[in-house]
């Protein structure tokens, strides 16, 4: 019997994107076999008249199997939010598709995420699953592929899965050795320790970051497609947590993804491409000065509007 995994949208204080990435959602071909819940973060002060406006767009909704808005008394802050919904969805349905407020779906992507539940949902290794791949260059890869990072834009897990998940940095932390440390940040690629000691020193407050150590030291594996499902319209300046960049966008897979990997590895081709990507991915330093002008540019024209 075919499941349907619950979805699970976390949303703040961005109304337009909100209704963007609802518009699409509702665009899924498994929309209408879908349940959504919306946990909306209490306001900060100053922020009530968008948080009410974003909880009424998720009141007025249609097109799904059924929506219920969780409206937060308080501001729980996204990772605590997220922690929250993705337990409660996982214990009570076993699995769930995770979105947050600023991702713009292809049709196929709730077909996409449902699949990969539904065929890997036995498979204790493979703890995650993903509809974002960076701008690697596809050509010659396979359709869908495992890699070891648990990329956190648009995710599904099982509740098998998310019951690994450790929040206590400290515990992490005392897990990891050298060896390990240079391979969770795929032997130099990108600096993914330094988000651990980040975390752990107060300035950033990631539950993604911790998500990916628990997977990476289970051993578990992740599932990407080799062209992403998804496009992120945060990276605005318009976010709590992200700033003004183009370096992780690419082009979206408008078609249903009909073949997964057999074999429970990573996919070395896959991996090396990922690598390179995001060991060179700032580029050279007048392109870096380039895109920091333009997140200068875009936040004063933001005060302004």
Excluded at 20 to 26: A, D, I, V
Excluded at 95 to 114: C, G, H, K, M
């Amino acid at each position: 019997m075919q499941k349907f995994a619950p979805i699970a949208l976390f949303v703040y204080n961005r109304p337009e994107h909100t209704r963007r990435t609802l518009s699409f959602l509702q665009k899924n071909h498994l929309a209408e076999e879908s349940r959504l819940f919306i946990f909306s973060d209490g306001a900060k002060a100053g922020q009530e008249e968008n948080v009410n406006a974003v909880r009424e767009l998720g009141h007025s909704i249609t097109g799904f199997k059924s929506v219920e808005v969780i409206e937060r008394s308080q501001n729980l802050g996204l990772a605590n939010s997220v922690i929250d919904g993705v337990s409660r969805l996982t214990s009570t349905y076993g699995r769930a598709i995770v979105l947050e407020d600023d991702v713009l779906t292809s049709p196929y992507t709730l077909q996409y995420f449902n699949d990969a539940l539904n065929r890997y949902e036995e498979q204790d290794q493979v703890m995650h699953v993903t509809a974002y791949m960076y701008p690697i260059p596809h050509k010659g890869l396979p359709e869908t592929f495992f890699l070891r990072i648990a990329s956190s834009q648009a995710w599904a897990t099982w509740d098998r899965a998310w019951k690994n998940f450790e929040p206590d940095i400290d515990k992490i932390i005392s897990r990891f050795d050298d060896q390990q440390k240079h391979q969770f940040e795929l032997e130099g690629g990108m600096n993914f320790w330094k988000h651990i000691m980040e975390f752990k020193h107060g300035r950033n407050n990631s539950w993604a970051i911790r998500w990916y150590a628990s997977v990476f030291l289970k051993k578990g594996l992740s599932v990407n497609p080799a062209l992403s499902l998804i496009e992120n319209i945060g990276h605005d300046g318009s976010g709590v947590h992200s700033g003004v960049s183009t370096i992780y966008k690419g082009a979206v897979n408008n078609f249903r993804i009909n073949s997964f990997p057999e074999q429970l590895e990573e996919y070395k081709p896959g991996y090396q491409a990922v690598r390179n990507f995001l060991k060179h991915r700032k580029g050279t330093y007048i392109q870096r000065g380039l895109r920091y002008l333009n997140h200068v540019l875009t936040k004063i024209k933001m005060k302004r509007a």
